[in-house]
């Protein structure tokens, strides 16, 4: 199994740019998150999926959104890219709950310029 | 607010000693409590977890205890090796209608050889 993967690995955008970042998971998982990374900071969720079709918030969804089309995939779009989402965003995976343990990507570094 | 919180955001240890790294939750309805080490460049990975209704776990080379009198818990990492050298968070889980952990700041831990 490649367990979680997320791409791209990095990426730069001006500002008002618009972009998707790519998850996929394939243990078939039910729940998949998304994180953002501040520098120096903990990890904070953004939305989460507890299967396929069913998404909804975390701490801090705006300026962001998602889907959950299938079990496997979980993209994240930015639409209007602002400093403030410079950060490293994590993509996660669990069985069932956020009590099974949570399986993370590499992680992508965004940059917003 | 509810919050995760760690007392020292960096340890250094010698090799071969062991480390203790700690960390403060305020929430007394927490349940669930989960350590991630993660190392330079990548996503977290699951350590150990432990339960409300337990007071000690061990894995192979790391103990956690859990005090929730104080709401205090700690990881402690046995005869340290070089490879242990990353930032560990705790995180804490409560379900209030919805799912989610909430991670901490994270210590970052040194060995020194």
């Known amino acids: 199994n490649a367990g979680v993967t997320q791409t791209p690995k990095f990426r730069i955008l001006k500002i008002g740019q618009s972009m998707t970042l790519q998850c996929a998971q394939d243990m078939n998982h039910n729940y998949m998150y998304w994180y953002r990374q501040d520098p120096g900071m903990g990890l904070k969720l953004i939305y989460y999926s507890v299967g396929a079709g069913i998404t909804d918030k975390g701490e801090v969804p705006n300026g962001y959104n998602v889907s959950r089309s299938t079990t496997e995939d979980f993209p994240l779009r930015l639409e209007l890219a602002a400093p403030s989402q410079t950060s490293v965003y994590f993509c996660?995976?669990?069985?069932?709950?956020?009590?099974?343990?949570?399986?993370f990507g590499p992680g992508t570094r965004l940059t917003v310029l | 607010g509810e919050s995760v919180g760690l007392h020292l955001p960096t340890l250094s240890v010698q090799e071969g000693d062991n480390s203790i790294i700690n960390c403060a939750y305020s929430?007394?309805?927490?349940?669930?409590f989960i350590w991630y080490k993660q190392e330079s460049g990548k996503g977290p990975q699951f350590i150990i977890d432990?339960?409300?209704?337990?007071d000690k776990r061990q894995g192979q080379r790391v103990t956690v205890l859990l005090n929730k009198t104080v709401k205090h818990l700690s990881l402690q990492i046995a005869a340290t090796q070089p490879g242990d050298s990353a930032v560990y968070f705790c995180a804490e889980n409560h379900f209030f209608g919805n799912e989610k952990l909430t991670f901490g700041t994270g210590t970052r831990l040194t060995i020194i050889p």
């Open positions: 432990i339960r409300s209704n337990m």
């Open positions: 996660a995976s669990s069985y069932m709950t956020s009590t099974d343990t949570q399986y």
């Open positions: 929430n007394s309805a927490s349940d669930y």
